[in-house]
């Protein structure tokens, strides 16, 4: 089920909302959580059956491991040693077998020329997410960091719905805590008031800007051999906004769907299109997934304990796994490497941004509007990996970034923003001037790019609603974006980190 769906909306969200809060109020705690888990378990199988058999195997087996590590309190190092073992096992087995057995039997078949069968295996949505949460649980749960709950505080921690499908990857020291407290069950207007004013920004992004900036995003990859350098550019940009509304809007969304139950997720989205280095920009970006990748793997090879050079490795392996984390593709994984070759750099000290605080002095400064360019120039380029099917479309976009022609490619681009919205604008342009009608999409892609890097730099969602109260204004404003969303949903599509 998607949050930008009618269902959703109109359906699933108001019975929750009114199961949760009514069995809560008369203090059928146990019930209301065992209410929440299995709408959150139908929100999930809605999209295939078939997906509630293996993150159900996927629960049922990580709370087994969790319970039997209960009988090994008083052995602590045998706790540790095989817990981690099986823990990491399982996790990355189940993740290994749906997300990368036929990438690994394809490139067997390639390199020693065999033909072993590949099982084109369905993925599960959202099994990356699920999967880390639980290990990190896993991993705590060995070191003695935290206990065993009751299956159904587990069950209600790994499937709460805001976050189950795309994040942020929770720990269970942040919800867990929350769902036990019972003051955190009794409605908050001012919570559920923020929570509605988050969502219907996340949607408005989601709906309004996302979707309309995958029109030119997906013809433009689709035409990778034909595009001109103008039109690659255009491509390119409305995938970069297409990507950063997405990952926001359903960032705002999941936060402010746990505030209107009252419970608090952790910022997953903090605007990175305002980094002035590749390194801030990891630091704003997928906070969650990074705070993982930080937790349970930089540190336990080393971090910055073993020297320099070891701390530089441990990045750069870090930024590949994160590549392949987002796919089973080598292009995912030469996105992973641009970006962990360009934070080791950043750690190098080289180069340091004018006015900002650094760990060790760098040799040269440059001010903060040079390195956003840099950065914002350098993320571009790294996603002609990420967005293309294969090494050699990406290296094709490369090739006609620097060709410098131009063959009028970017009107054809531009008129994939045939939308409802600007109809009438068309409509009379091709009446009072024809020979401008082909002019029409290519103004409004350009007020659209100028929108985006406007909002980019504006407060962010979170933000806003965090800071003073909800003014009458700000009501109209969400009430008409609401509207203009509705409206809009007939051409509604999947969130872009459901893939991964």
Known sequence: MLFNSYIFIFLFLPLVLIGWYVLNHFHRHTLANVFLAGMSLWFYGYFNVYYLAVILSSIGLNYLLSYLLTRMDSHEKLRTRIGLAAGILINLGILFYFKYYDFFIENINHVFHTDFTLKHVLLPLGISFFTFQQLSFIIDRCLGKCGHYSFINYLTFVTFFPQLIAGPIVLYKEMIPQFEDIAKRRFDAASFSRGIYLFVLGLAKKVLLADTFALM???????????????????????????????????????????????????????????CSIKEFWQRWHITLSRFFITYVYIPLGGSRKGRMRMLLNTFIIFLLSGLWHGAAWTYIAWGAVHGLLVVWDNLGIVGISGRAEKRPARFHIPPWLGWIFTFTLFNMSLFFFRSQNMLGAMQLFKNLFAGNYTGKIFDVAARLDIAEIYIAKQAVELAVPALSGYVYLIFMIALFALSFFLVFRPNAYERTMRGELTSKRCWIICILFVWCILSLSQVSTFLYFNF
Do not use: C
Not at 230 to 258: C, N, P, R
């Open 217 to 275: 995003a997906n013809y433009g990859f689709a035409q990778t051999f034909s595009l001109d350098t103008v039109s690659t550019i255009a491509t390119i940009l409305s995938y970069t906004f297409e990507l950063y509304f997405d990952f926001s809007g359903y960032s705002d969304m999941a936060i402010g769907l746990g505030k209107m139950f009252n419970i608090d997720l952790p910022v997953n989205f903090d605007a990175p299109y305002r980094s």
